[in-house]
C-alpha cells in the first residue's frame, strides 16, 4: 500500500521512503522524527505497521500545528481547507497573497495548509523576518478539496491514537528519547543552510548536530540520518565524522531537475548514515545504491552498484 501524503513539502523523502526503511528495524516501539516536514518516513512507516508509537517534531510551529490538525482533528481542517480554496471561477492569484498577509499576521497552521498545496513546489521559503514570502504556483490551484480530504483521512487513520507531535529544537527532542526508541533525522540541508536556511524555519549547525549524534552514541540509540549530498563532481556539506562511527549507503537519487534545468546531465546522490548499534543488529555493510527504472509493481527498485 503506498503511503498517503499530507502536502506536498519540499525535501520530503516520500520518494526514497521505500528504500529508508530497509535500514530501519523491522518492528520498533517507538520511532522519532525530530525533523519531521510532511512525515514521509513515519508514514511510511505506519502504513507498514512498523513502530507501535510515532514521535513527529518540527521546530516551525505551524508545520506541527498542522500536522497536529490533520492526525487528531482531520474533518475540521478539511472543511476549512474546503472554506479558502477557490477554484479559476475565483480570483485565486490574489487570494494567496490575501491568505499569505493572514498567515504571517497570526501563524494560523490552517492557512499554512493552502499556502503549502498552493505555492511553487510545496517549497515554503522565509524572508529575514521569519515571513512566508514564497509565491503562488500560477499554473496550479493546490489540491482539489475532495482529494485533499482524503488524503488527511488517510494520514489520520495511519497516526492518530498512536503519536505525539512537538514543536521544539531536535536537542530537546533527543535529550528525551530512549535507547527503546528508534530515530531518524533528515535536518535541513547541510550544504546549503549553514546557520540560517531560507527554505525552512531554522538552520542548524554541523558542530551541534555532530555533538548530538555522540550522545544518542554514549546513549545507546539506534538512529538513521540523511545528511548532506552531492551533485555531479560536487559535494554539498561536510561528511559526517568518522569516530562516530556510522555506516555509510549512499544513493544515487536520480537526476536533478536544477542540474537538467541548466542542460547538465548530473546524479543527485544522498548520503544515509546508519548507526552503529542499528548497523550491526540488521548487519548492514557501506554500499552504493542506484535508482533502477519504476517496475511493473510502481515501486522504486535500488541496485547496489559498489
Ligand atoms: C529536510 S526537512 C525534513 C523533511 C522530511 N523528512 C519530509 O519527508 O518531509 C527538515 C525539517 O527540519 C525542520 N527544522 C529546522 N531546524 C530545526 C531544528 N532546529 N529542530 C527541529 N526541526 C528543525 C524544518 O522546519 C524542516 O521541516
Given amino acids: 500500500m503506498k503511503a498517503p501524503q499530507p502536502f506536498q513539502y519540499q525535501g520530503s523523502k516520500r520518494i526514497l521512503a521505500p528504500l529508508i526503511l530497509r535500514y530501519l528495524p523491522g518492528k520498533m516501539k517507538r520511532l522519532i522524527e525530530p525533523f519531521a516536514g510532511s512525515a514521509a518516513i513515519s508514514l511510511a512507516c505506519a502504513t507498514e505497521g512498523r513502530a507501535g508509537e510515532y514521535w513527529l517534531n518540527d521546530y516551525n510551529q505551524p508545520l506541527a500545528g498542522l500536522l497536529s490538525l490533520i492526525i487528531n482533528r482531520p474533518e475540521e481542517i478539511s472543511e476549512h481547507y474546503a472554506r479558502i480554496w477557490r477554484d479559476n471561477d475565483a480570483d485565486p492569484l490574489e487570494h494567496y497573497y490575501r491568505v499569505r498577509e493572514d498567515f504571517n499576521c497570526v501563524r494560523d497552521p490552517k492557512l499554512f495548509l493552502y499556502l503549502l498545496a498552493r505555492c ?15 509565491s503562488p504556483d500560477k499554473r496550479r490551484l493546490g489540491t482539489h478539496p475532495a482529494t485533499m480530504k482524503q488524503n488527511i483521512m488517510a494520514v489520520s487513520s495511519l497516526l492518530r491514537g498512536r503519536s505525539i507531535i512537538t514543536s521544539q529544537d531536535y536537542r530537546d527532542i533527543l535529550a528525551s528519547a530512549r535507547p ?30 555532530v555533538a548530538a549524534l555522540d550522545q544518542l552514541n554514549t546513549r545507546d540509540i539506534q538512529y538513521v540520518v540523511s545528511y548532506d549530498g552531492h551533485l555531479g563532481a560536487r559535494s554539498y556539506g561536510e561528511q559526517l565524522p568518522a569516530y562516530l562511527g556510522l555506516t555509510l549507503l549512499e544513493v544515487e537519487a536520480g537526476r536533478s531537475s536544477q542540474a537538467t534545468l541548466l ?31 519504476p517496475l511493473d509493481d510502481g515501486q522504486l527498485h535500488f541496485l547496489a552498484i559498489k
Avoid at 547541510?190 to 525552512?200: A, H, I, K
Avoid at 548520503?271 to 535508482?291: D, F
Fill in 263 to 293: 542542460g547538465r546531465d548530473e546524479q543527485t546522490v544522498e548520503s544515509l548514515y546508519i548507526s552503529r548499534n542499528l548497523a550491526s543488529e540488521l548487519n548492514i555493510k557501506p554500499a552504493r545504491l542506484s535508482r533502477t527504472a
Fill in 180 to 209: 527503546s526508541d528508534v530515530v531518524y533525522m533528515d535536518p535541513p540541508y547541510q550544504g546549503v543552510c549553514g546557520e540560517r536556511d531560507s527554505r525552512y524555519y531554522s538552520g542548524i549547525t554541523s558542530d551541534d548536530f
Fill in 120 to 134: 511553487v513546489k510545496g517549497s515554503v521559503r522565509y524572508n529575514a523576518d521569519g515571513l512566508f514570502n514564497q
